[in-house]
Nanobody, 115 residues
Framework: QVQLVESGGGLVQPGGSLRLSCTASVSIFRIIEVGWYRQAPGKERELVAAITSGSSSKYADSVKGRFTISRDNARNAVYLQMNSLKPEDTAVYYC?????????WGQGTQVTVSS
């Protein structure tokens, strides 16, 4: 059973930055595609960024140019650097396998962008 743990969220003003981290209980990130998802209140969960085992990345149009996904295989971790944050980025952020999130969801990390 793979357990995912997200961290790094918080309250930030518009235009600010945060760096999210995701770790797994099993050393799997180096061999799978991993995605960062988010779910805002009243909305469906959406994929915002993904990184392949070969470190190719892709982004949702809404975050392209502002978010950067990266991985550290030695630490079995995946990160999401979020810059130029907007109020519409407010959501709970999760990591999971991409494009099909096949593991149990972690608790997520809350990101709130507000002045």
């Amino acid at each position: 059973q793979v357990q995912l743990v997200e961290s790094g969220g918080g309250l930030v003003q518009p235009g600010g930055s945060l760096r999210l981290s995701c770790t797994a209980s099993v050393s799997i990130f180096r061999i799978i595609e991993v995605g960062w998802y988010r779910q805002a209140p009243g909305k469906e969960r959406e994929l915002v960024a993904a990184i392949t085992s070969g470190s190719s990345s892709k982004y949702a149009d809404s975050v392209k140019g502002r978010f950067t996904i990266s991985r550290d295989n030695a630490r079995n971790a995946v990160y999401l650097q979020m810059n130029s944050l907007k109020p519409e980025d407010t959501a709970v952020y999760y990591c999971n396998r991409s494009p099909t999130p096949s593991y149990d969801w972690g608790q997520g990390t809350q990101v709130t962008v507000s002045s």
